[in-house]
């Protein structure tokens, strides 16, 4: 006796392999004056809706943080960025 067909399906769904979701995407700088403040937006919407978005963030550029020196409680402690290498492979230039 087999499994029903809804199941089958859930498990061959289950077994296949995800990766990440890929959309376009295009750069809006938010950005006034000289200085870039760019955020990347999904491309595939409709022309209102992009104005909206980008109308949004423009009005709410502010509580971005756009440098380090935007987030000065962070602690260094939090935040680290490292690359963990193998001693025996040397970096490929």
Known sequence: ?????ELERI???EDQEMGPHQEET???DLGTGSGKREVKIGAGMTAPIRE???ALLR???DIF???YQDMPSLSSDIVHHGLPLNPECPPVK
């Open 26 to 28: 295009e750069l809006v």
């Open 52 to 54: 909206e978005l980008t």
């Open 59 to 61: 009005d709410y550029q």
């Open 1 to 5: 006796m087999g499994l029903p067909l």
């Open 65 to 67: 943080a756009w440098s």
């Open 11 to 13: 498990v061959a769904h």
